[in-house]
């Protein structure tokens, strides 16, 4: 790969560092973060490293699902502040030369919105095709799926007006109706709303789900259940929309976007994200996450399985190699703490181990997605009972499966690895009482391991895992070679090493991977004089001209020499 045949950007170059402001820090003793605490905590932020914040919602919202149910796009909810809390983070984030991405949630509102409220209380409401409404006479809506809902069903009834509306989500996050042109100004001019106020970008919400087919015709066999992810996001006319969207809002600012992209696939990822789609600059896909876990978020003895995680993350770099661009990510506020799910948070091998995982996301082509807290390594809090939940995907689950008879235990053993409430525990800033949170009760139960896992404890000591990230940030900012070098994986049948190297011009970086808690051995890439270690997560690394030895979880760079 030449540099001078890259198309640069400075999305393409950035570390974006995600927040979840219910769970970031707290100001005013209610329990719930806020953004006074982002805002206080923006040094903090800006000693990282990281280029881009995207904030998780912090629109108003009865929070069913925690702020991705919005009764007012407009407006910042009562909880986390208010709109001139928002300004003044928005200008600090700007005056430490970083970027603020928001999150856009409009396949759906809440039903709180007064768009659903006035759509619901009559059929011949200028309102009422604001959202998909399927008339009772008509008989039983064919078959949807619901993520949230309590009986798995995606069409609810409502009496006032004897028709089914839509809901992919909750019974509470009906989905709006993109079919209707009015809709879609509305979304245009909301988000023109947020590009005045000076915000750098939007992180989409299940943007790949917003067409709907006509008619809502029957599912093909193929389709049915689990599937439905797939068939939910190819609806005829999402790149219509989308490059509508590009055409009358995005195209007019310099600011990045990015889809959550349930359903997006190597074969597809293209139409959204191609340099000359003119729709979306990023995607994130799911298809690493969903290795060994299946519905329901169980898991199997697959969910760990190195050889597949390989062949997916290469196969979307290679699908993204020429055309479009990729982004890496392992933890965010809808998957567990990342140590635990893709390493070990065993005590012996936690700090390690996320060293180890943090040098990957920092060394892969794509642009790095790092979720709040993974740069201290903090780990799954795993609940016992359903009553430590507060999710409404892990307690609908639940009760879907004890209404079916079903095995709850086997469900919370799963979701003990799996749970999104794992990664939405508050941030552990110091030992104090709520790890210096909340001086209120905290939302969520804090992860009592923030006696030794915290910011404080790491803060200035050298070896923590948070200086770690810290290094890997600065090492690669100073590596063009690591942001758009070419990426090629070596021993890709290893069971325990993930080996690439990164190629740019004439520099070319071999990074070593130890994803197991057993040492690994393999033997030295031939043809390639191994130089200068310049990263290593453990205290000792020698480089052998024959074989190579990598201690349990652990992460090395080496200089290649030509
Ligand atoms: C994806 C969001 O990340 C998740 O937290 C939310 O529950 C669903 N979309 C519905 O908005």
């Keep these: 790969m030449k540099l001078s045949q890259i198309d640069r950007k400075w999305w393409k170059e950035a570390v974006v560092?995600?927040?979840?402001?219910?769970?970031?820090?707290?100001?005013?003793?209610?329990?719930?973060?806020?953004?006074?605490?982002?805002?206080?905590?923006?040094?903090?932020?800006?000693?990282?490293?990281?280029?881009?914040?995207?904030?998780?919602p912090c629109f108003e919202s009865p929070n069913d699902d925690n702020g991705y149910d919005?009764?007012?796009?407009?407006?910042?909810?009562?909880?986390?502040?208010?709109?001139?809390?928002?300004e003044t983070l928005l200008a600090g984030v700007h005056e430490r030369g970083m970027k603020l991405v928001m999150d856009l949630v409009v396949n759906h509102s809440s039903d709180e919105h007064e768009w659903?409220?006035?759509?619901?209380?009559?059929?011949?409401?200028?309102?009422?095709?604001?959202?998909?409404?399927?008339?009772?006479?008509?008989?039983?809506?064919?078959?949807?799926?619901?993520y949230f809902d309590k009986d798995g069903t995606a069409w609810k009834y409502d009496e006032p007006t004897d028709a089914y509306y839509l809901?992919?989500?909750?019974?509470?996050?009906?989905?709006?109706?993109?079919?209707?042109?009015?809709?879609?100004?509305?979304?245009?001019?909301?988000?023109?709303?947020?590009?005045?106020?000076?915000?750098?970008?939007?992180?989409?919400?299940?943007?790949?789900?917003?067409?709907?087919?006509?008619?809502?015709?029957?599912?093909?066999?193929e389709y049915q259940g689990q599937n439905m992810i797939d068939m939910y996001a190819q609806g005829p006319r999402l790149h219509e929309y989308l490059h509508e969207m590009n055409e009358k809002v995005l195209s007019h600012y310099d600011i990045m976007t990015v889809a959550e992209g349930p359903g997006t696939h190597t074969d597809n990822v293209l139409k959204l994200v191609g340099d000359d789609r003119k729709?979306?600059?990023?995607?994130?896909?799911?298809?690493?996450?969903?290795?060994g876990v299946g519905?329901?978020?169980?898991?199997?003895?697959?969910f760990q399985d190195l050889v597949q995680f390989k062949q997916v993350?290469?196969?979307?770099?290679?699908?993204?190699?020429?055309?479009?661009?990729?982004?890496?990510?392992?933890?965010?506020?809808?998957?567990?703490?990342?140590?635990?799910?893709?390493?070990?948070?065993?005590?012996?091998?936690?700090?390690?181990?996320?060293?180890?995982?943090?040098?990957?996301?920092?060394?892969?082509?794509?642009?790095?997605?790092?979720?709040?807290?993974?740069?201290?390594?903090?780990?799954?809090?795993?609940?016992?009972?359903?009553?430590?939940?507060?999710?409404i995907m892990t307690r609908n689950w639940y009760s879907l499966t004890q209404q079916e008879g079903g095995d709850t235990q086997a469900l919370l053993d799963s979701h003990k690895i799996t749970g999104r409430d794992n990664a939405r525990t508050p941030i552990q800033w110091d030992n104090t009482s709520n790890a210096g949170f909340t001086t209120g009760k905290p939302w969520l139960t804090i992860n009592p391991n923030y006696a030794e896992v915290n910011v404080a404890e790491q803060q200035n000591r050298s070896d923590s895992e948070l200086n770690y990230f810290r290094k890997l940030m600065k090492f690669r900012k100073s590596e063009l070679t690591l942001i758009y070098g070419s990426y090629n994986l070596l021993y890709s049948e290893h069971t325990q090493l993930y080996a690439y190297t990164r190629e740019l011009d004439d520099k070319k970086l071999l990074v070593l991977l130890n994803f197991s808690n057993q040492v690994a051995e393999c033997e030295a890439p031939a043809s390639m004089h191994l130089g200068k270690v310049l990263i290593n997560n453990c205290d000792a690394f020698s480089v052998n001209e024959n074989s190579i030895s990598l201690k349990p979880y652990q992460a090395v760079i080496i200089e290649v020499g030509q």
Excluded at 72 to 81: N, S, T
């Design 116 to 146: 659903f409220k006035q759509s619901r209380s009559s059929r011949d409401n200028p309102y009422r095709d604001y959202y998909h409404w399927w008339p009772a006479e008509k008989g039983t809506p064919p078959r949807r799926w619901s």
């Design 313 to 391: 993350m290469s196969d979307w770099d290679k699908a993204l190699s020429q055309d479009g661009w990729n982004t890496v990510y392992f933890g965010n506020h809808d998957f567990p703490r990342m140590v635990s799910r893709w390493a070990s948070d065993a005590p012996e091998y936690r700090a390690t181990a996320s060293k180890m995982l943090t040098t990957y996301l920092l060394t892969m082509r794509g642009t790095p997605y790092y979720y709040m807290g993974d740069e201290i390594g903090m780990s799954n809090i795993k609940f016992e009972s359903i009553d430590e939940y507060d999710d």
């Design 295 to 302: 519905d329901r978020g169980m898991v199997n003895e697959a």
């Design 70 to 86: 919005i009764s007012d796009y407009r407006k910042i909810m009562p909880e986390f502040g208010t709109m001139d809390d928002f």
């Design 17 to 56: 560092y995600q927040i979840y402001p219910r769970s970031f820090q707290d100001t005013n003793g209610d329990g719930v973060g806020d953004l006074p605490g982002v805002i206080q905590r923006l040094d903090y932020i800006k000693s990282l490293g990281v280029d881009v914040i995207w904030l998780n």
């Design 279 to 291: 729709e979306l600059n990023m995607n994130y896909h799911f298809d690493h996450q969903s290795i």
């Design 167 to 221: 809901h992919y989500f909750a019974e509470k996050q009906p989905d709006l109706n993109w079919e209707n042109p009015k809709v879609r100004e509305e979304i245009y001019d909301m988000m023109h709303f947020w590009f005045k106020k000076g915000i750098d970008g939007f992180r989409m919400d299940v943007i790949t789900f917003i067409s709907k087919h006509d008619g809502y015709p029957e599912f093909p066999e």
